[in-house]
T-cell receptor
Framework: DAGITQSPRHKVTETGTPVTLRCHQT?????MYWYRQDPGHGLRLIHY???????DKGEVSDGYSVSRSKTEDFLLTLESATSSQTSVYFC????????????FGQGTRLTVV | AQSVTQLGSHVSVSEGALVLLRCNYS??????LFWYVQYPNQGLQLLLK??????LVKGINGFEAEFKKSETSFHLTKPSAHMSDAAEYFC???????????FGPGTSLSVIP
């Protein structure tokens, strides 16, 4: 299995609070991604990174920010959590760009109450 | 903008029967194409991918998919379903700018004994 660890695996938080999800990889892959999974929508890209301090927005980036200060860590922050951000969040990594396989973490189930 | 459709959010087949999961994309620019599988409470894993080599792609666990440019399709098949194939299947394609991957909404496959 690809060395990807997401933390926490489960979290319940209150509306309006900031939340940070962490993705840690041991593969030294250049590309890292954050997706959210919701029924009927598949996976939607929130943000991605193509190197340390190099990030870009995905399809559903509003209300989210990311940071990548080290190759191995990619943090996703919900600046002020809302109920619409209740979802399962997946981190993925790939060696190079979109033509290569993405390896996924186990997911983080976030509930905003 | 690129989009992906998967016909049938739920598909049921009998054990030993043919599995056919449909995927169509919208762009006239040939993309890279992927099928991923997700077992309950797990992340996604790659079944197979098309990256402009042979149009018939063989993947893991006996699955294969055929890229048909004229039909903008990339349907997934398996000759004989096994109980262990029960899972969620996602088709994914690259955007026309080849900088992101777009996932379809997924098809849940049930295998009836």
């Amino acid at each position: 299995d690809a060395g990807i660890t997401q933390s926490p695996r489960h979290k319940v938080t209150e509306t309006g609070t900031p939340v940070t999800l962490r993705c840690h990889q041991t593969e030294n892959h250049r590309y890292m991604y954050w997706y959210r999974q919701d029924p009927g929508h598949g996976l939607r890209l929130i943000h991605y990174s193509y190197g340390v301090k190099d990030t870009d927005k995905g399809e559903v980036s509003d209300g989210y920010s990311v940071s990548r200060s080290k190759t191995e860590d990619f943090l996703l922050t919900l600046e002020s959590a809302t109920s619409s951000q209740t979802s399962v969040y997946f981190c993925a990594i790939s060696v190079s760009g979109v033509n290569t396989e993405a390896f996924f973490g186990q997911g983080t189930r976030l509930t905003v109450v | 903008a690129q989009s992906v459709t998967q016909l049938g959010s739920h598909v049921s087949v009998s054990e030993g029967a043919l599995v056919l999961l449909r995927c169509n994309y919208s762009s006239s620019v040939p993309p890279y194409l992927f099928w991923y599988v997700q077992y309950p409470n797990q992340g996604l894993q790659l079944l197979l991918k098309y990256t402009s080599a042979a149009t018939l792609v063989k993947g893991i666990n006996g699955f294969e998919a055929e890229f048909k440019k004229s039909e903008t399709s990339f349907h997934l098949t398996k000759p004989s379903a096994h109980m262990s194939d029960a899972a969620e299947y996602f088709c994914a394609v690259t955007t026309t700018s080849y900088d992101k991957v777009i996932f379809g909404p997924g098809t849940s496959l049930s295998v009836i004994p």
